[in-house]
């Protein structure tokens, strides 16, 4: 007989990339959907994991990560944000962003607690808060800049409130933090026993000259911060999974008592490569130029569209109004477009827990030109 399964995430189906990236696999439709580069990473740095692997570092490397590639990030943070983090108890690697974040909500969360959550946002926070019987609060970011609204932040603290999640710059909407939220979230924790989660897994795609609002920035929020990063997104080798949780040497302490029987340690050769290829600014400085170029080149693109597209400031993404156009639901406006126009997108009502439709889908811009260009001439005749 099967035992009888009580499902512990019964809300959750197949994540929306899956699901849209294996329809436009099937329709042969231009991928513009989920969140991935169609060019190559560099040849360097995967020459330098051919050498790794050919100089046999194919063992285990340490539970915390091999130590010249903390040695080499931690340089980087002081390079980029002014903040000595010591290599050795402040920084572990992973496998991915999305994983040291389901661990940092796993190392702090117990049943009850309450964590603050920004919707739209990434699709995997809310079901990682309630595997771990923490409760969801939800703020909806203000609809069409996406901006927080820190009054009602403060409302909707309470003396449960264990985490506020805060991802810069942001899928799917490519908005980013400013100076004015720092402040308003330093007044809001600041004497309380609340943690920050600070997903900067796009930390070097900022655009118009604004400057990334890391939590490393910020001694004071920086203790009571996990903040986590992908080398995927930066060295557009998303298949890697490859990333990294820096965070106070307590927290660390409590993060790898979580990590080292779940994961325990990551790809060695990846790793040796990348301690290298790190200190090459150039490789991460030049990243957001390159991709405000994609941006604008899709934007004007677009001009003859009957899209609206909203602004944005950083990350891969940027979102577009299609009421011009339909008054379909995002869902099925998303499929109806892959199947009919071939071009697929991302609906951004499945980053709302209750699917809120503002009939706004997400265009991920970190493509080739040429897939650009193929895409928006299939998009203007909508
Ligand atoms: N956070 C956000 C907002 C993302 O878009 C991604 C990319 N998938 C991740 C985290 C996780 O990245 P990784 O592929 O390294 O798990
Ligand atoms: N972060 C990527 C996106 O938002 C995809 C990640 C994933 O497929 N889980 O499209």
């Known amino acids: 007989m099967t035992p009888v399964m009580h499902s512990k995430l019964p809300d959750v189906g197949t994540t929306i990339f899956t699901v849209m990236s294996g329809l436009a696999a099937k329709l042969n439709a231009v991928n513009l959907g989920q969140g991935y580069p169609d060019y190559s990473m560099s040849p360097e740095l995967v ?41 050795d108890s402040q920084i572990t690697i992973t496998p991915g962003g999305t994983y040291a974040i389901y661990t940092a909500l796993t190392t702090v969360l117990e049943p009850g607690d309450e964590v603050i959550i920004f919707q ?6 809310i079901p990682n808060v309630e595997i771990n019987g923490a409760i969801a609060v939800l703020v909806d970011l203000k609809f069409p800049e996406y901006k927080i609204d820190w009054n009602e932040v403060r409302q909707k603290i309470s003396p449960r409130t264990k985490m506020i999640m805060l991802n810069s710059p942001h899928n799917p909407t490519g908005s980013v933090l400013r100076k004015e939220d720092i402040d308003q979230l330093r007044s809001i924790v600041k004497d309380t026993n609340i943690f920050i989660l600070s997903d900067e897994v796009y ?18 929020l920086m203790e009571r911060s996990f903040v986590c990063f992908s080398f995927g997104k930066t060295y557009h080798c998303t298949g890697w999974k490859l990333g990294y949780c820096i965070t106070s040497p307590e927290l660390t302490k409590e993060f790898r008592k979580v990590h080292q029987f779940n994961c325990f340690s990551c790809h060695s050769p990846s790793q040796v490569a990348l301690a290298s290829f790190l200190k090459n600014k150039d490789a991460y ?9 994609k941006r604008d080149h899709f934007i004007n693109l677009m001009k003859g569209s009957r899209f609206n597209l909203l602004d944005s400031k950083g990350s891969y993404f940027i979102c577009a109004k ?20 071939g071009v697929a997108v991302i609906p951004v009502s499945v980053f709302y827990k209750h699917g809120i439709d503002n009939k706004v ?10 897939t650009l260009e193929a895409a928006v001439e299939k998009l203007i005749r909508i």
């Open 120 to 125: 739209p946002g990434y699709d995997s926070y």
């Open 322 to 341: 299609y009421d011009r156009i339909s008054d379909e639901k995002d869902t099925d406006f998303a499929i109806r477009i892959t199947k009919e126009h």
């Open 285 to 293: 400085l030049s990243l957001g130029a390159v991709m405000q170029e």
């Open 47 to 87: 020459r330098l994991v051919d050498d790794a692997m050919k100089k046999d570092f194919n063992q285990y490397v340490p539970m915390q990560g091999y130590m010249p590639l903390r040695e080499s990030l931690a340089e980087k943070v002081e390079f980029l944000y002014g903040t000595a983090i010591n290599p």
């Open 203 to 220: 930390e070097h795609l900022m655009f118009d000259g604004l400057q990334h609002q890391s939590m490393l920035r910020f001694p004071d």
């Open 361 to 370: 889908i997400r265009f991920c811009f970190c493509k080739k030109n040429e």
